[in-house]
C-alpha cells in the first residue's frame, strides 16, 4: 500500500534526446501541451517489485475510470522513480531519479537496478549523488 502526496495536473513540455556520440540534443515537442497528470506517492516501497504492483493496481483504476488507456509503451503512462537506499530507522539517503520508465518490467529493472548500484558505491565508500537518470533495459 502506498500514500498518495499529491495529484496534480500539467502539461507535458516535450522532451529532449541527447545524442552523446554526435554530441547534439534534439526536441521532440510532439506532445507538448498534452495534459497529464502526475501522482506524487510517499516513499512506501522497499523494492521495484513492490513499485511495479502498485503501478499495476494503479493503471486498472485510471482504465477503470477511463483517465488512461494504459499503454505505458506508447507514453499513456510514465514512472519517474525517485530511488534511495538507507539503513533501518536512520533518514533516507541521497536519491537519483530515474525517469520516463515505461513498463512494469522497466520499472521493476530500473529501481532494483538503482538500488543495487547505490548499495554497491556505499560499500566501496563512496558519495551518492542527487541525479536524473534514464535506464537502458538492455545494459541496465
Known sequence: MAKILQIQLEQDSGK??????????LIDLNRAGVGLMEIV?????STGTEAAAFIKEL???LQTIKVCDGKMSEG???VDANVSVHHPGQPLGVRTEVKNLNSITGVTKAIDFEIKRQISELEKGNEIFNETKSFDYVTG
Open 16 to 25: 529532449s534526446l541527447h545524442d552523446d556520440e554526435l554530441r547534439r540534443s
Open 41 to 45: 506517492t510517499a516513499p512506501d516501497f
Open 59 to 61: 493503471l486498472l483504476i
Open 76 to 78: 499513456s503512462l510514465r
